[in-house]
C-alpha cells in the first residue's frame, strides 16, 4: 500500500441494555380633581398625584437535570424599583416539587417513580400591577441506575482502494454525550472481535462512533454515528 491505509468499517449496530398569563394590569392614570370652593375660593382638601408604577425583574438559570432521591432547588433572582412587595407564581409545577409564592422557590426530592421528563415550567412574579416572567423550563428526573449498550459491527475485509485488508490489528470506540465531541475512548487491539459491551453509563443520550486500525496504527474514517438513550 502507499501512502496511508484507510480502512473501511460497516455496519455498525446496537442494541441498548438498560436497567432502567399572567396578565400585565393596565395602569390607570386620572387628572386629579379639583376641590370645590365654598365661596372663599379656597380648596377643601390636598390631592396625592399616583406615582408611575415601574415593573418588577426576574432573572434566573434553572438546572435542567436532577437525579432520582436527589434534592432540586432552584430560587430565582427578582427586584423592584419601586420596592413593592412582590408575589410569584408557577405554572406546570411537577407533582413532586413544592413551590414558595413568597421567595418563587421551586424545591423538592423526585423519587424513582417521578422519572421523566416535566416540561414547560414557567415562574413569574408581580407587583399586583405589572408581572414579569422566565422563560419556560423543562426538568428531567433521572435514574441512577448505570446502563450498558453493546455494539455489534462486521470486521472490514478491504482498504479503501479495493485491496485486501491484511494487518488489522483492532477498533477504537469513541463515545459520549456530545455528537460534536465523542471524548470517551475505548481501545480494542483484538482484531477477530465483532462486538463490545459499553459500560457503566450514565442516563443520558449517548453517542457512538467506530474506526479500525491495522497493524502500523493507521486508523480509518469515523463509522456512521448511533445514538443510544440510556434515560
Request: hydrophobic letters at 35%; charged letters at 20%; proline letters at 7%.
Amino acid at each position: 500500500m502507499t501512502g496511508r491505509s484507510r480502512l473501511k468499517l460497516f455496519c455498525l449496530l446496537a442494541v441498548l441494555a438498560c436497567v432502567v398569563n399572567f396578565a400585565i394590569s393596565p395602569e390607570v392614570s386620572a387628572k386629579p380633581k379639583k376641590d370645590v370652593g365654598s365661596g372663599s375660593g379656597k380648596a377643601l382638601g390636598k390631592l396625592k398625584k399616583n406615582r408611575e408604577n415601574s415593573p418588577p425583574s426576574l432573572s434566573g438559570t434553572p438546572d435542567g437535570v436532577v437525579l432520582e432521591n436527589s434534592f432540586y432547588e432552584f430560587v430565582p433572582s427578582a427586584s423592584d424599583p419601586d420596592g413593592d412587595t412582590l408575589t410569584f407564581a408557577i405554572n406546570n409545577r411537577p407533582g413532586w416539587a413544592d413551590f414558595d409564592p413568597t421567595t418563587g422557590a421551586l424545591y423538592g426530592t423526585p423519587s424513582a417513580a417521578d422519572v421523566g421528563r416535566y416540561s414547560a415550567i414557567q415562574i413569574a412574579v408581580s407587583d399586583g400591577l405589572a408581572t414579569a416572567e422566565l422563560s419556560p423550563f423543562d426538568i428531567d428526573v433521572t435514574s441512577t441506575t448505570l446502563a450498558s449498550v453493546t455494539l455489534q459491527w462486521q470486521p472490514p475485509t478491504e482498504n479503501t482502494d479495493g485491496t485486501p485488508l491484511t494487518d488489522l490489528a483492532g477498533y477504537r470506540i469513541y463515545y459520549g454525550v456530545d455528537p460534536a465531541d465523542l471524548s470517551g475512548l475505548i481501545e480494542l487491539s483484538n482484531p477477530g472481535l465483532t462486538s463490545y459491551v459499553v459500560e457503566a453509563l450514565t442516563p443520558n443520550t449517548w453517542y457512538f462512533a467506530m474506526t479500525s486500525v491495522n497493524d502500523r496504527g493507521q486508523e480509518s474514517d469515523f463509522s456512521n454515528q448511533l445514538i443510544g438513550d440510556t434515560r
